[in-house]
């Protein structure tokens, strides 16, 4: 690990693993590593623990842990479909951002069942639902701050999010052109919907029929 530490300081390479994942694998590594106090300080000791150090899961973090991951400027990538399919358990999401985490959205094909960005953003909303139920002073996360998680939560996790994100000029043009009335469209419009409702409908009902049009750095990669 240290050797790794050393390999993402002189290449200045971004370093990317799991962290509290679940609670057998939090007592695994205090097995092996009796002498750090916790998960997160066993990266931190070997270098693995910095401004572009990005961590997968973090469903049982300590406070301790929080406070580290937020001093070292460390990323959380929140995998809720992960999170549930291997029944790790419920992220604090809402604790981290109130915190002022780095926190975004991953879908973890590899533990869930999907890389639907779409997919995943509808179960974290459920998730933060179900932990405010048991955890009620953990309100639940509201569906734009999910949609941040998906964009510009992540971009700050990758270390750009001066550079992508969201609509702010000057930043690299990623978009989707989305059409709730395209053929086949699962989405059911009313004379009432508004803006907002449309993107509402679009997130919770929405799929790739809707999808007319991608833009990648200002450039047209695809369109229906």
Request: charged share 20%; glycine share 10%; aromatic share 8%.
């Amino acid at each position: 690990m240290k050797g790794l530490g050393s390999l993402a300081a002189k290449y200045n390479v971004p370093i990317q693993s799991h962290l509290d994942e679940n609670l057998d694998e939090i007592a695994w590594v205090k097995q092996l590593h009796p002498d750090q106090p916790d998960y997160t300080s066993v990266y931190d000791v070997n270098g693995l623990l910095t401004n572009r150090t990005i961590m997968a899961h973090v469903v049982h973090p300590t406070d301790a842990e929080l406070q580290l991951l937020k001093q070292r400027g460390a990323g959380i990538s929140h995998c809720p479909n992960s999170n549930f399919s291997l029944r790790s358990g419920i992220a604090k999401v809402r604790q981290m951002l109130s915190e002022g985490q780095k926190i975004g959205l991953g879908t973890d094909v590899a533990g869930g069942y999907g890389t639907s960005i779409l997919n995943t953003i509808r179960t974290g909303y459920f998730a933060a639902i179900a932990r405010s139920s048991d955890h009620p002073d953990d309100k639940y996360l509201k569906l734009a701050e999910i949609f941040y998680l998906a964009t510009l939560g992540g971009a700050d996790v990758l270390g750009m999010k001066n550079t992508l994100g969201n609509f702010v000029v000057g930043k690299q043009f990623d978009a989707l052109i989305v059409d709730p009335l395209a053929r086949g469209s699962p989405i059911d419009l009313f004379s009432h919907d508004d803006v907002k409702t449309i993107f509402e409908q679009f997130i919770n009902n929405g799929d790739d029929r809707n999808i007319i049009q991608v833009f990648v750095d200002g450039k047209s990669i695809h369109r229906i």
